[in-house]
């Protein structure tokens, strides 16, 4: 008897594999976290892309609990407000006085304030199936404004010939995470799930593609000033989770003795 897979059956395959993928993508930045905890230093690296990451978990969370039966989203972002908070903790541990300084200012106005002005403002002026729509769009416009990051990379890639800061493996993962949530969102019909990942689809893609251009290319040496823009890390969004491609996990600057600083081993 030939086998019948029905929308609600492929959609739950496509959010388990979601699952999966995204959480091997939340893990990417553990050798960061893992020399920083080593060195008891942040090195310069920044808390930026782990705030906006924790931000966008907690707001799909929200979307999940007013929608009400995605499951599915709830389990991936659950786990990712944890590790984007382990994350933060450990910078907080080892970041120097102004790091503190700002990221507590960063977590309070953005992860706090900003959040909670969403959330107050969609249940004081929306009910229902609106409320469901403004949370929707909200969640897919945040997602198509951080889909821009990954142009830096790209442009930077371009400029130098050379890929040692674009990753292929994670380029890979991130587009097949983009690919697997598109079909989840929408299998179930939820187009604000869906529709951002068309453009992570896209980006994606265009990395893989320079990948293969500039792989061959010389390595360059790049000025402290371009280093830091490329080391700033990228922030994409995957079917409702924003993660960090650990571009981080490239060393800052110069040594004592002016030679450029390669990247390490426990770069993706």
């Known amino acids: 008897m030939a086998l019948h897979f029905s929308p609600d059956v492929m959609a739950n395959v496509f959010g388990i594999l979601g699952n999966i993928v995204s959480f091997m993508v939340y893990l990417a930045p553990l050798p960061t976290f893992f020399r920083i905890y080593k060195l008891k ?140 949530w598109f079909f989840y969102g929408f299998l179930i019909k939820d187009y604000y799930v869906a529709t951002p990942n068309i453009l992570g689809f896209v980006f994606g893609i265009a990395q893989m593609v320079l990948f293969c251009i500039y792989k061959r290319g010389e390595r360059q040496v790049l000025p402290e000033a371009d280093l830091k823009e490329i080391i700033t890390v990228k922030v994409v969004e995957i079917g409702g989770v924003l993660s960090t491609q650990p571009a981080d996990d490239v060393q800052k600057g110069c040594d004592s003795c002016g030679k450029p600083i390669q990247p390490t081993e426990s770069n993706v």
């Open 41 to 180: 230093s942040t090195q310069g690296f920044q808390s930026i892309p782990y705030s906006v990451s924790l931000f966008s978990a907690m707001l799909y969370l929200y979307y999940a609990y007013i929608k009400k039966h995605m499951i599915i989203l709830v389990t991936i972002n659950s786990i990712g407000c944890a590790i984007q908070s382990m994350y933060l903790l450990i910078f907080m541990i080892y970041a120097t006085r102004d790091a503190k300084r700002f990221t507590t200012k960063l977590l309070i106005g953005f992860n706090f304030i900003v959040y909670g002005v969403i959330v107050a403002s969609t249940y004081a002026f929306s009910h229902g199936s609106n409320r469901v729509a403004v949370v929707g769009w909200i969640c897919s416009v945040f997602s198509v404004c951080v889909f821009a990051a990954p142009l830096s990379i790209m442009v930077k890639v371009i400029k130098t010939k050379s890929v040692e800061f674009m990753p292929f493996s994670l380029s890979f993962f991130l587009t097949l995470c983009a690919v697997v």
